[in-house]
């Protein structure tokens, strides 16, 4: 049996949020800037289920004079499309950043060579893991990784995540920022109800072996 999961936001919604993400913070930071904990906030997204909703981000972003990082999960199996190299130049030419969102392996640093090749327009200088067995303080001495999770685990930078479709530690326009330096993480399927999707079909087997933290979220 097959299940229909529900984006939570509309694209109205995230033009929205990127709005009041520009009134609020200082200004929209690249990766290096963020690793350098300057003031402003750094936009990352983690594309998992679903390519075309982050061109659908990434040309909101575009319009609003925004560049986002987009990590791209290649092995994630709802993102196989045979124009997947097309839609990456896309979003590449709305002026953002692409790089790799891996599954957590010991031949992690081999993939994104392979990922690389094939997708000669993705980045390795940067890379994050998709739901990571390695301790998050571990995976600041991973190659690619250091400059993303740092701030984390050393507590020195704000951060903000719409995993699982919820505002899991709090809404960045709502909620006090300890810190000058922001990690905004979006997952671009989230935001594209009604542009894109009412609902989208998935096989449930597959969101539980590769998605669980769906599945715990009570999803089904």
Same mark, same amino acid.
């Given at each position: @049996?097959? +299940?229909?999961? @529900?984006?939570?936001?509309?694209?109205?919604?995230?033009? &929205?949020?990127?709005t009041g993400c520009l009134s609020t913070f200082n200004r929209n930071l690249s990766l290096l800037e963020y690793s350098n904990y300057e003031e402003g906030f750094w936009l990352r997204h983690d594309v998992e289920l679903d390519i075309d909703s982050a061109l659908l981000t990434? =040309?909101?972003? %575009?319009?609003?004079?925004?560049?986002a990082s987009y990590f791209i999960c290649f092995?994630?199996?709802?993102? !196989? %499309?045979? &124009?997947?190299?097309?839609?990456?130049?896309?979003? !590449? %030419?709305f002026g953002h950043h692409l790089y790799c969102h891996l599954l957590d392996s010991p031949s992690r640093e081999h993939k994104l060579k392979l990922f690389?090749? !094939?997708?000669?327009?993705?980045?390795? &200088?940067?890379? #994050?893991?998709h739901?990571?067995? #390695?301790?998050?303080?571990?995976?600041?001495n991973l190659k690619g990784a250091g400059d993303i999770y740092r701030g984390l685990v050393n507590k020195d930078v704000s951060y903000f995540? &719409?995993?699982?479709?919820?505002?899991?530690?709090?809404n960045p326009l709502i909620d =006090?920022? =300890? +810190?000058? #330096?922001?990690?905004?993480l979006t997952h671009p399927f989230w935001w594209s109800k009604g542009k894109l999707y009412n609902s989208k079909t998935f096989d449930p087997k597959e969101i539980i072996d590769f998605l669980p933290q769906l599945a715990k979220a009570n999803y089904f």
């Open positions: @049996m097959l +299940f229909d999961l @529900m984006p939570k936001w509309t694209s109205e919604e995230y033009e &929205d949020l990127l990434a =040309e909101i972003e %575009c319009d609003l004079g925004i560049k092995e994630s199996p709802f993102i !196989k %499309c045979e &124009d997947l190299a097309n839609k990456l130049e896309v979003i !590449k %030419c690389k090749n !094939k997708y000669q327009i993705i980045s390795e &200088d940067y890379v #994050t893991y739901s990571p067995t #390695t301790p998050v303080s571990e995976l600041v995540s &719409d995993s699982t479709g919820k505002w899991r530690w709090g =006090e920022k =300890e +810190f000058k #330096t922001v990690q905004i």
